[in-house]
T-cell receptor, first 111, second 115 residues
Framework: GENVEQHPSTLSVQEGDSAVIKCTYS??????FPWYKQELGKRPQLIID?????GEKKDQRIAVTLNKTAKHFSLHITETQPEDSAVYFC??????????FGTGTRLKVLA | GAVVSQHPSRVICKSGTSVKIECRSL??????MFWYRQFPKQSLMLMAT?????????EQGVEKDKFLINHASLTLSTLTVTSAHPEDSSFYIC???????????FGSGTQLSVL
């Protein structure tokens, strides 16, 4: 089955700087990679996703890059703001709709 | 996006009692729903896959008699924590995937505290 590793576990950046979170996956058959943002005590919210036939996808200040050969994908947040502070999870697919989540990255944006 | 509703949001119960958590897909049909458990500052751990009209599929290490799952309709799955103990205290969260759409949508979660 799929195994997803995520780094770093914690990340602190100054407001306005960029943040990068990386994930690696094991199943070469995986073809869909979402990123979720979870604020304390709340549900994870899908913020961006990418399919395996695309190398990069961008949505305003958020972007995701995918390297299928190396089996890793990254979340990039530019011009970070205090409201970006949250826990971010990557996920890989194992079987039909069975998502395996990374261990999470606690992002703190310092004002 | 699709809406998944989960109730209750918080429950406090005595040790030995059972607690039922409901997960509903409000604007789509979900033949499959998922139940996750999340400890503080940890990731989402898949407990089981709930299949409409058939038995749930449990992950390794999850006791099916402890965590009863019923998926009686295309919009409702329930998780019952039987004979709850303090170690069952956790954040339980359900999710579902709309048909023809691989995006996973989450319920709002249930914080269970067993005294």
């Amino acid at each position: 089955g799929e195994n997803v590793e995520q780094h770093p576990s914690t990340l602190s950046v100054q407001e306005g700087d960029s943040a990068v979170i990386k994930c690696t996956y094991s199943d070469s058959a995986s073809n869909y990679f979402p990123w979720y943002k979870q604020e304390l005590g709340k549900r994870p919210q899908l913020i961006i996703d990418i399919r395996s036939n695309v190398g990069e996808k961008k949505d305003q200040r958020i972007a995701v890059t995918l390297n299928k050969t190396a089996k890793h994908f990254s979340l990039h947040i530019t011009e970070t703001q205090p409201e970006d502070s949250a826990v971010y999870f990557c996920a890989g697919l194992s079987g039909t709709y069975k998502y395996i989540f990374g261990t999470g990255t606690r992002l703190k944006v310092l004002a | 996006g699709a809406v998944v509703s989960q109730h209750p949001s918080r429950v406090i119960c005595k040790s030995g009692t059972s607690v039922k958590i409901e997960c509903r897909s409000l604007d789509f049909q979900a033949t499959t729903m998922f139940w996750y458990r999340q400890f503080p500052k940890q990731s989402l751990m898949l407990m089981a896959t709930s299949n409409e009209g058939s038995k749930a599929t449990y992950e390794q290490g999850v006791e099916k008699d402890k965590f009863l799952i019923n998926h009686a309709s295309l919009t409702l799955s329930t998780l019952t924590v039987t004979s709850a103990h303090p170690e069952d205290s956790s954040f339980y969260i359900c999710s579902a995937v709309p048909s023809n759409n691989e995006k996973l949508f989450f319920g709002s979660g249930t914080q269970l505290s067993v005294l």
